[in-house]
Structures are given as structure tokens and as C-alpha cells.
């Protein structure tokens, strides 16, 4: 979801480390190389592959307003994907592709592993894989969201499973300033599940103090990510044998 709302807040601006981190990944792609671009959706990473032979991927079943559960978009346009399919059976011949980028899609899969086994057989020898996904998440994209998070201990154990070789992983956020999240979206929250209605806002304004003590101890953790964060970025690269 680039360019959420959430990314404007200064104190999250952990939501926009992961696009950045993400825009870095590709522009540092060789120019000609050929890219995946798995879950594509709305191709928001478009614009940075433009020096690359760019592919994109969906299943196009998402709609923008989904079973109305949850988090929607609204609106969804996914008219310049390139190739419909299932995102663990994608018609592409075998190690096809020089690059896959697969973002915040792992958990819109009942079966994200086999996700992984298929992005395994499109690769090229040493050919690199950009993922992110959740730590955690609430519900989005509903009836499409099958899994809540994916910690780097998964990544380790199914990447390597598939012939994988972990270069990077990167949490972005930390246990305080993912709960200072769900806190600013307080009234987002209320507006749609609770009587309040359109007073949500006034009602934000009570716990706006302990918002702000929150976002003290965010700027002043140390390491407590590895308990809870918002996102978990990985490079890594297709293993030759």
C-alpha cells in the first residue's frame, strides 16, 4: 500500500523507510537486466524500473473494495499488469528472469511458501529476489488476506529451503512505534466500528498525550524491534546449484 495514509505522519516515517529501501534495491539493478514484478497490483515500483526490462504480475481479483471487511483501497486499477495468473503458477518458462520483486503481497497468499518455491524456478542462476512483507497487519485487502506477518526466522528457513542465499534483512520500525501506529489509526478505527461516528476525532484527542509519550520511547529504543516491528525487507539471491 505506498503512499498510505499513515506515511504522512513525521514520528512513522518507517513506512516510507520500506519504499526507499525497496526504490534502492531496484535503481541499483543493472540497466537491461529483466524484472518480475510479482503482486503487482497498481505497479507503484514502475517508474524505478524504467531502466530495466519490466514484467509485471497479478491475479487481478482484487477489486479495491474486497468483501468490504477490514481495510480497503476503494479503488484498485490493475489494467497495466501484463500477466494474470496465481502468484505460485506463473506461466513463465524456467529461469526466465534476471530479478523478481514480490512487496507486501506474501500475506494475500493461503500458501506463501509455494510463492517461494515458484519465484525459485523463474530465476536465473544468481538472480536476485526483493520481498517485503508484514511483521504484522491487521485485516486489508479482505477476503484476500491469509496470513498476518512473517518474521525474518521464516524468511531464513524457507528461502534457504528453496535454494536461496539471505544479502540483507531489515526491520523497519519498532515494538513502540507499531503501536503508535495502530493508536494514530484510533479514529479511522472507531469511525467504522463503533457508535461514535463522526466524534472519533474529538475522541482521538484523549489519547493524544500518551501518542506523544509513545513516540518518546520510539526514538529511544534500542533493539526492540526484534519483539515487534512493521515490516520485514530481504535481498536475496538465487543459489547456482
Given at each position: 500500500?505506498?503512499g498510505?495514509?499513515?506515511?504522512?505522519f513525521?514520528f512513522?516515517?518507517?513506512?516510507?523507510a520500506r519504499e526507499?529501501?525497496?526504490?534502492?534495491?531496484?535503481?541499483?539493478?543493472?540497466?537491461g537486466?529483466?524484472?518480475?514484478?510479482?503482486?503487482?497490483?497498481e505497479?507503484?515500483?514502475?517508474d524505478?524500473?524504467?531502466?530495466?526490462?519490466?514484467?509485471s504480475?497479478?491475479?487481478?481479483?482484487y477489486?479495491g473494495?474486497g468483501?468490504?471487511r477490514?481495510?480497503?483501497t476503494?479503488?484498485?486499477?490493475?489494467?497495466?499488469?501484463?500477466?494474470?495468473?496465481?502468484?505460485?503458477a506463473?506461466?513463465?518458462e524456467?529461469r526466465?528472469?534476471?530479478?523478481i520483486l514480490?512487496?507486501?503481497?506474501?500475506?494475500?497468499l493461503?500458501y506463501p511458501d509455494?510463492?517461494?518455491?515458484?519465484?525459485?524456478?523463474i530465476l536465473?542462476?544468481?538472480?536476485r529476489l526483493?520481498?517485503t512483507?508484514p511483521?504484522?497487519s491487521?485485516t486489508?485487502f479482505?477476503?484476500?488476506?491469509?496470513?498476518?506477518?512473517f518474521?525474518s526466522?521464516?524468511?531464513?528457513?524457507?528461502?534457504a529451503d528453496?535454494?536461496f542465499e539471505?544479502?540483507?534483512i531489515?526491520?523497519?520500525?519498532?515494538?513502540?512505534?507499531?503501536?503508535?501506529?495502530?493508536?494514530?489509526?484510533?479514529p479511522?478505527?472507531?469511525?467504522?466500528?463503533s457508535?461514535?461516528g463522526?466524534?472519533?476525532?474529538?475522541?482521538?484527542?484523549?489519547?493524544l498525550?500518551t501518542?506523544?509519550v509513545?513516540?518518546?520511547l520510539s526514538?529511544?529504543?534500542?533493539k526492540s524491534?526484534?519483539?515487534l516491528c512493521?515490516s520485514?525487507?530481504?535481498l536475496?539471491r538465487?543459489?547456482?546449484y
Amino acid at each position: 500500500m505506498r503512499g498510505a495514509w499513515y506515511t504522512t505522519f513525521p514520528f512513522l516515517r518507517f513506512a516510507y523507510a520500506r519504499e526507499q529501501w525497496t526504490d534502492r534495491q531496484l535503481r541499483a539493478i543493472p540497466a537491461g537486466e529483466t524484472l518480475l514484478d510479482v503482486g503487482a497490483g497498481e505497479c507503484p515500483y514502475r517508474d524505478a524500473c524504467a531502466h530495466l526490462r519490466y514484467v509485471s504480475q497479478d491475479s487481478q481479483q482484487y477489486d479495491g473494495r474486497g468483501d468490504g471487511r477490514g481495510m480497503h483501497t476503494g479503488v484498485w486499477d490493475t489494467s497495466r499488469i501484463d500477466v494474470v495468473s496465481d502468484a505460485c503458477a506463473i506461466p513463465v518458462e524456467d529461469r526466465s528472469f534476471q530479478n523478481i520483486l514480490c512487496t507486501e503481497i506474501l500475506e494475500h497468499l493461503p500458501y506463501p511458501d509455494r510463492a517461494i518455491r515458484e519465484f525459485a524456478r523463474i530465476l536465473k542462476p544468481n538472480g536476485r529476489l526483493i520481498l517485503t512483507a508484514p511483521f504484522w497487519s491487521l485485516t486489508h485487502f479482505a477476503p484476500f488476506h491469509f496470513c498476518t506477518g512473517f518474521s525474518s526466522y521464516w524468511y531464513r528457513k524457507i528461502l534457504a529451503d528453496h535454494n536461496f542465499e539471505i544479502l540483507e534483512i531489515r526491520r523497519n520500525g519498532n515494538y513502540f512505534s507499531s503501536i503508535l501506529q495502530e493508536l494514530i489509526r484510533t479514529p479511522f478505527v472507531l469511525r467504522k466500528y463503533s457508535r461514535i461516528g463522526a466524534i472519533a476525532y474529538v475522541a482521538f484527542l484523549c489519547i493524544l498525550p500518551t501518542v506523544l509519550v509513545i513516540h518518546l520511547l520510539s526514538c529511544l529504543s534500542k533493539k526492540s524491534e526484534e519483539q515487534l516491528c512493521d515490516s520485514v525487507c530481504v535481498l536475496a539471491r538465487r543459489m547456482s546449484y
